[in-house]
Every structure is written in C-alpha cells, then in structure tokens.
C-alpha cells in the first residue's frame, strides 16, 4: 500500500487514546453545538474555545501540522462562503485589538468568525477521530443507538476503502502511461467509463470471495469485536473536565470578551 | 456540495439530523427485509467502490485544465436499488465526514439528506418512471440524464435552503441558490454521461448484476446523446421559468434592499462567487473606499473611546489563550521527553 492511513495516529496509545470512545463522540458534538451558536461577528473568542482542542491534540501527540494540512484540504467549499461575506455586508465597524484600532467591514469580521469556527471544531473532530480508533467509535456508535446495518456497513466501508482505491491507483496510472494527449471528450469518457465499469465488476467480484470467505467462517450478519467498551473514572474525570471548560468559557469568558 | 457546520444553526442542525436518523433507520429497516447477510459485503465494497471511483477524474470538454470526476449516487441506485443505494452513500458521507473530516459533524444530517437519501430516492424513482414503460437505449439515455441532473440538483437546492433557514447567510438567498442551480447543473449533466456510459459497459460485460437487470441494448450512441439534450434543454428551460415566475428577480431584489450602493449591480450580476471576490477586491484597492471618510471626527473619537477598553479585553483573551496554548505545548513536549518514546 503506498499512501499512508489517514488515520494512522489512531493506533497510537496516550490517555486521550484510551478514554471511551462514546464520551469522546459526545463531548466532540456539544463542543462543536457549542461552538456554532457563538455570535457571528466576534472572532476573538474563538481563541479560547480552541484551547479545548489543542490541549487533546498535544496531550494525544498528534502533530498539528497534520491537523492544520488536512484542515486545509477541506476548507475550499468554507473559504468561499467566507470571503465572500465582506461583500454584502459592508457596515462599517471599528475593531480595537490592544493599542491598535483600525476601520473595517462587518462582513470582515463575520468572515473570520466563519473561518474561525470552522478551524476549531475541524480541529475538535480531528482530534476525536485520530485518537479514537474506527472500530471503537463504530461500538460505541452502536452502543449509542444506531441501527447494526449500518454500523456493519460503516465497518466493511472502512475496511475496503484503501484496497480499492490502491486499484482505482493502478487503473489511473495505467492510463497515464498510455494516454499522451487529450484524446476528445467522446474518447475520453469512453476509456472513463471503462475504466469505471471494470473496477466495478472487480470489486463485485472481491464481495464475492469476501463474502464465500466469510460464511466459512460463520459470518451470519452480526459483528463481533473483543474490544469492550466500558466508562472508567478516567472517563468521568474527563466529561467533569470538558463539561467545565465549556460552563467556565460560557458564564465567565464570553461576557467578558464580547 | 459538504456543508461545514458554520452553514448551519444549532436548531437547523438538531432538526436535520433527527430526520436524517429517523430516514435511516426507515431505510435499515428495509434493507433488513430486503437483503440477506451475504448482501452485506457487497454493500460495503460497493462503498468503497464510490471512494475509488470519485479519484478516477475525466477531462471537460471546452475548458481544459478543468477535470471532474462522478458522484456516483444514481448509479448506486440504479444497481442496487434505491433503499441500498442510499445505505451505501450515506454511509460513504458518514466515512467521508469522520476519516477525512469534509462536511462538518453537526453538518452530517443535511449532508446525509442532500447527498445520500434525496439523490438515491429521487434519482431511481426518475430512472424507473422514463424506463419502466418500454426498454429502450434512448430511454435508458434521457432516464440516466435525467435522473443524474434532477436528483443532484435537488439535493444542491437544499444547502442554500438549509442555510437560509438557519440564518447565517451573508450572500443574499437568490444568489447563492443560483450559484449552486448552475454549478451543479453542469455536474449532473456530466454525471449523467458517466453513469449512461457506465451502464453500457456493464450491459456489454456483466448486465446480470444491475437489480433488474439491462435487457436490450445501451449504447453511448451521438444521436441518443443529442435527443436527451435537446429533452434535457426543454424540461430544464420550463423548469427555470416557473422557477423565475414563482420568485422576485434574484438581481432586482438584492439591488432594492440596498439602495445605498449604486454599484451593488454589477456585482450581483455576476453567479461566480470568486468573480465576484475578484470584482470587489479590485474596486476596493482602486478606489478610495467610502465607509471611511463617511464617518465624522467627533463621532469617530467617541467611538475609539468606548472601543479602547473593549479593544484592550479582546487582546488580553487572544493573548491569554495563545499563553494557554503555548503553555499546554511545552509542558506537553517537556513531559514527553522523560518518556522513552515509543514507535
């Protein structure tokens, strides 16, 4: 296999690491509601919100250039929206950062809050998925309700996602090595579909031999793992611990900064 | 088309959600009735399938350098069936969501109703009503299309919907909703070719393995190719124009509610968002902006002064957080060292 797992830092071990995998799940979710229905046009904040998170990353030594890349990745689709708050919103407002004060635009400042709310509960997701292993979060999914079909289908997904996009890896360097020159749209989706067509039937024909393997081994449609998903005092400590971070920003932070 | 959770409300979210959980659980329920448990893997693969195949990317004609790849959610539906379809592409949003962090996790429920359950349902229902009738090539052609355009249509319809409805939009609701309409009609119509041309491979190779199966013959043929677009321009100009009736003017009515900027038309008659981010950061540094001199002296120097202290806060928090942080970090890589590091 010659990329590298997107979430390799999952099977890695630090305390953050070992806490169940349904707290983590549900701290993540109040964290990003949480952040999400902060004011629009106050990015400042945001700021202290992101302790939250980096303090998770550190602790879980996930190295943030690999947070930061990936939140980059991602961010096309937002950074559009945002930039493009500056040109309907144009009151204008005075922003006043210690000693320096300067004119600007609302849209302005509601484009960083976006950016800013974006960055921090990417930063809160990255952090629950690449300290939680998929497998884990999948059990403590279930435990949380929801339905086995697709927590089987989740699992299989995950499972076979890199194989065959190793293959779809092959089939597109094959064509490389063969197609010179753009060939015309008709030619093109031709070989296009093909290639689309020919990677579908392998892959109905791997579900196949995965599934007459399977069935040997007794497969009947349940999933058994031997990891036990169980709430520890480590757990409580750390749901006490977000839980407080988020009253303290709430009731003594925000009125001050806002 | 993944929406980030800064599109959203909490309200908008919580509801979207519950309908996105409640649809899938109506869907895994008949699944359940439908499938059995050697289906299971198949599914799964058909999943990771869509991953591979969103890398395999085709040049657009007329602009080169421009490549795009298919979604692929009609043509899921189209072969498993619509209640499977959706499963597979939900769950391919879920992945999409925790493993590689597109769409936001609040976000999930609208990217699961606009990606996943609206195309699956809308599209095989499409698909099914043109091709049911009679088999046919030409009818398997405008059936694909017209699946593929309406079903990614409206599920592009629903993010400028959803946003409006949590309140957060910034760019007026016309605008944005006709960005998306004419992005994303140029993506189902490609879509639509894709899916057409895929399906004739299967039906060369292996027609056994679409749900109910490609009796007679699918071929990408030109003269098929032209009649679906000259059905598709129809339906779609029809469909405009209701459309256009049925709402004021998107340019008539962002200009009304801004009556202080004279130049606001020219911007606003511009779809391309980043066109028009362009446009407006070229006018800016051009000119010398308005809101600037538009304020007094007086009231500017009353204004500093409330914002001095404000100002001082705001500081004092990004600082003490930047502390905090940095603080965190470095008793973090101190402690560390002690440790023998592992892997």
């Not at chain 2, 007329?62 to 298919?70: D, E, K, L, N, Y």
């Amino acid at each position: 296999m010659h990329h590298a797992y997107i979430d390799k830092f999952a099977y890695q071990d630090s305390p953050v690491h070992r806490l169940d995998s349904r707290v983590k799940f549900i701290v993540v979710l109040v964290f990003t509601a949480v952040v999400i229905s902060l004011p629009r046009t106050s990015p400042g904040i945001l700021a202290w919100y992101a302790v939250g998170p980096f303090t998770i990353l550190v602790l879980g030594r996930i190295p943030l250039r690999f947070a930061f890349k990936h939140i980059l990745m991602v961010s096309p689709f937002v950074l559009v929206l945002a930039l493009s708050c500056p040109l309907y919103d144009k009151t204008p407002v005075t922003v006043a950062f210690g000693p320096f004060f300067w004119q600007t635009l609302l849209g302005w400042m509601r484009c960083f809050t976006i950016l800013g709310k974006f960055i921090v509960t990417m930063l809160a997701l990255i952090a629950l998925v690449s300290t939680t292993r998929f497998s884990d979060l999948l059990t403590g999914l279930q435990k949380l309700g929801l339905p086995k079909l697709l927590i089987i289908q989740l699992g299989f997904l995950y499972r076979y996602i890199f194989v065959i996009i190793d293959r779809a890896h092959h089939i597109l360097r094959a064509r490389a090595g063969r197609k010179l020159r753009n060939l015309g749209f008709k030619v093109e989706l031709k070989t296009t579909a093909a290639m689309l067509g020919s990677l579908l039937i392998r892959s109905l024909d791997t579900a196949e031999h995965i599934n007459i393997a399977m069935q040997a081994r007794g497969f009947n449609g349940s999933w058994r793992t031997i990891s036990k998903l169980q709430i520890r005092c480590t757990d409580y400590i750390f749901a006490i611990v977000a839980a407080s971070f988020l009253l303290a920003l709430h009731f003594f932070v925000r009125p001050v900064l806002q | 088309m993944h929406m980030a959770n800064e599109l959203l409300s909490v309200p908008v979210a919580a509801g979207t959600l519950a309908i996105a959980v409640a649809g899938l659980g109506f869907v895994c329920r008949r699944v359940r009735q439908i499938i059995t448990s050697d289906k299971l893997a198949l599914m799964g693969i058909l999943g990771a399938f869509v991953f591979a195949a969103q890398m395999v990317n085709i040049q657009l004609p007329a602009m080169p350098g421009t490549s795009c790849h298919m979604v692929g959610a009609v043509l899921l539906a189209i072969i498993l069936g619509p209640h499977a379809g959706a499963i597979v592409i939900s769950s391919v949003v879920i992945i999409q969501c925790l493993i590689f962090q597109d769409g936001g996790l609040l976000a999930l429920g609208c990217n699961i109703i606009n990606m996943a359950l609206v195309p699956s349902y809308l599209g095989y229902f499409l698909y099914k009503s043109v091709t049911a009738p009679v088999f046919s090539s030409l009818r398997v052609h405008i059936g694909a299309m017209l699946a593929c355009v309406i079903a990614i249509e409206a599920g592009a319809i629903l993010v400028p919907i959803e946003a409006a409805l949590s309140g957060v939009l910034a760019v007026p609701f016309s605008t944005f909703l006709i960005t998306m309409i004419g992005v994303h009609f140029l993506v189902g119509l490609v879509e639509g070719l894709i899916t057409v041309a895929v399906l004739g491979y299967l039906q060369q190779l292996r027609p056994d393995v679409v749900v109910d199966f490609l009796p007679g013959k699918v071929r990408l043929s030109r003269k098929a190719v032209l009649i679906t677009l000259v059905v598709f321009t129809i339906v779609i100009a029809a469909g405009l124009s209701l459309l256009a009736s049925g709402m004021p003017d998107g340019l008539e009515w962002s200009y009304a509610e801004r009556p202080d900027q004279p130049d606001f038309e020219s911007i606003v008659s511009s779809d391309d968002s980043t066109i028009v981010a362009i446009d407006d950061f070229q006018s800016k540094y051009s000119l010398m902006p308005d809101y600037s001199i538009r304020t007094s002296r007086l009231g500017e120097a009353i204004e500093q002064e409330v914002e001095t202290s404000a100002g001082w806060t705001s500081f004092a928090g990004v600082v003490g957080s930047a502390v905090t942080m940095a603080f965190i970090w470095l008793t973090a890589r101190i402690l560390r060292k002690k440790q023998p590091t592992e892997a």
